[in-house]
């Protein structure tokens, strides 16, 4: 296992407020002669979405000058390895030029704090980096909905009502689905709340996402399993991809169909209408 230094790359339009994006990393490994980065250069609505009041131009150009100085200094590194090895009071030139990448400047481009890990193989490693800060490769639907959960728990509490509900998985001999919040009477489910994310980045993962869900009632309504209403808190996708908002509003439909009630996991007055029909 070989030692390994890590910064995070930030894009920080507002010093204002402190907000940031991750959008790369770049890794270096002071024994092994090693300088790399990766950078988010195409795929970036996500970002620009977040910050709607900055033009993606201003991103680009940001990028763009960053991956140049940055090629710059990964070119600087490998010319010559035997530079490498060169000792500037103590510190190796990689060393050296990550203090200088990451030493405070302005701009709307910022580096977290130096971090260590240890791998096999760095570049290995660097993927692995990048897609867990940058393509957050953990965010997975199932770990979306648990935060979501957690905020209609929050929200539920807020309107004084959480007590009614208590998960539970509801089935019809075949068929089960699992649901966070039902509110049950004499063993039927008079209430369903189940938070869903519909901001996966293929569209047809939104629209099956939608329809999986919308099955799941219509399946559980028609063997009077459900007896009352049901209310989809969601997450819709980030601004700035039609293509995926299309998908969305599409499986909100689906949902819809169903006979369920579709309102914004964030938004506390609007679960509470969806409460309303209970």
Same mark, same amino acid.
């Given at each position: 296992?070989?030692?390994?230094?890590?910064?995070?790359?930030?894009?920080?339009?507002?010093?204002?407020?402190?907000?940031?994006?991750?959008?790369?990393?770049?890794?270096?490994?002071?024994?092994?002669?090693?300088?790399?980065?990766?950078?988010?250069?195409?795929?970036?609505?996500?970002?620009?979405?977040?910050?709607?009041?900055?033009?993606?131009?201003?991103?680009?150009?940001?990028?763009?000058?960053?991956?140049?100085?940055?090629?710059?200094?990964?070119?600087?590194?490998?010319?010559?390895?035997?530079?490498?090895?060169?000792?500037?009071?103590?510190?190796?030139?990689?060393?050296?030029?990550?203090?200088?990448? =990451?030493?405070?400047?302005?701009?709307? +481009?910022?580096?977290? %704090? !130096? $971090?260590?890990? *240890?791998?096999?193989?760095?570049? /290995?490693?660097?993927?692995?980096?990048?897609?867990?800060?940058?393509?957050?490769?953990?965010? =997975?639907?199932?770990?979306?909905?648990? +935060?979501?959960?957690? %905020? !209609? $728990?929050?929200? *539920?509490?807020?309107?004084?009502? /959480?007590?009614?509900?208590?998960?539970?998985?509801?089935?019809?001999?075949?068929?089960?689905?699992?649901?966070?919040?039902?509110?049950?009477?004499?063993?039927?489910?008079?209430?369903?709340?189940?938070?869903?994310?519909?901001?996966?980045?293929?569209?047809?993962?939104?629209?099956?996402?939608?329809?999986?869900?919308?099955?799941?009632?219509?399946?559980?309504?028609?063997?009077?399993?459900?007896?009352?209403?049901?209310?989809?808190?969601?997450?819709?996708?980030?601004?700035?991809?039609?293509?995926?908002?299309?998908?969305?509003?599409?499986?909100?439909?689906?949902?819809?169909?169903?006979?369920?009630?579709?309102?914004?996991?964030?938004?506390?007055?609007?679960?509470?209408?969806?409460?309303?029909?209970?």
């Amino acid at each position: 296992m070989d030692t390994l230094l890590y910064t995070i790359v930030r894009f920080a339009p507002f010093s204002e407020t402190g907000e940031f994006a991750n959008i790369g990393i770049v890794l270096i490994g002071p024994g092994l002669n090693y300088f790399d980065f990766k950078i988010q250069r195409k795929k970036y609505s996500r970002v620009t979405g977040f910050f709607g009041e900055v033009h993606p131009h201003i991103y680009r150009s940001a990028v763009r000058n960053l991956f140049e100085e940055l090629n710059r200094m990964r070119s600087a590194t490998t010319r010559d390895s035997k530079q490498l090895a060169l000792n500037f009071e103590g510190k190796s030139l990689t060393n050296l030029i990550l203090q200088e990448i =990451t030493r405070k400047k302005e701009g709307v +481009i910022r580096f977290s %704090e !130096v $971090r260590m890990v *240890l791998a096999k193989d760095a570049n /290995a490693e660097l993927e692995r980096l990048y897609r867990y800060y940058v393509d957050r490769e953990f965010a =997975t639907p199932q770990y979306i909905e648990q +935060i979501m959960e957690k %905020e !209609v $728990r929050a929200s *539920l509490k807020t309107l004084g009502v /959480a007590d009614r509900y208590t998960e539970a998985r509801l089935q019809d001999g075949v068929y089960q689905a699992r649901f966070p919040f039902v509110e049950l009477q004499n063993g039927l489910a008079h209430g369903v709340i189940k938070p869903i994310s519909l901001s996966q980045e293929r569209p047809e993962s939104i629209i099956e996402h939608g329809n999986k869900w919308s099955y799941a009632v219509h399946r559980l309504k028609k063997v009077g399993k459900i007896r009352g209403s049901v209310l989809f808190p969601m997450r819709a996708p980030e601004a700035g991809d039609e293509r995926r908002y299309s998908a969305y509003l599409e499986a909100c439909e689906l949902l819809r169909s169903s006979g369920a009630h579709v309102a914004l996991s964030t938004d506390v007055s609007d679960i509470k209408n969806g409460l309303s029909a209970h």
